[in-house]
């Protein structure tokens, strides 16, 4: 599986952004897709994940409230709707895909990774 971010760009705190992850080769064995985002100097977090399946979606705490997860099954697509975005978002944002049930919030648990896009939320 081959995973392809997009959309990221420099917002206005307050705006909002939309990222998009495009998978190819064989996305019909991706169990889960989701976002992390690591931002200079610290560790990458957990930002969002959605089951391919049935759209079940996880948030971490820090965006619950402003950002939506969706993916378009038709499209192998998955998106990051960003809204009221705040300066603390600024980072690089990664998409990640893995083929099995596991723990949705930590990165290792992730078969497969986009290159990475940057949102920068000035203030």
């Known amino acids: 599986v081959q995973l392809q971010a997009s959309g990221g760009g420099l917002a206005q705190a307050g705006g909002s952004l939309r990222l998009s992850c495009a998978a190819s080769?064989?996305?019909?064995?991706?169990?889960?897709m989701g976002w992390f985002r690591q931002a200079p100097g610290k560790e990458r977090e957990f930002v969002a994940a959605?089951?391919?399946?049935?759209?079940?979606?996880n948030y971490a705490d820090s965006v619950k409230g402003r950002f939506t997860i969706s993916r378009d099954n038709a499209k192998n697509t998955m998106y990051l709707q960003m809204n009221s975005l705040k300066p603390e978002d600024t980072a690089v944002y990664y998409c990640?895909?893995?083929?099995?049930?596991?723990?949705?919030?930590?990165?290792?648990?992730?078969?497969?990774w986009g290159q990475g896009t940057l949102v920068t939320v000035s203030s």
């Open positions: 990640a895909a893995n083929a099995r049930n596991w723990i949705i919030a930590i990165a290792a648990g992730y078969d497969y």
């Open positions: 080769g064989r996305p019909s064995s991706i169990y889960r």
């Open positions: 959605i089951t391919w399946s049935d759209s079940t979606t």
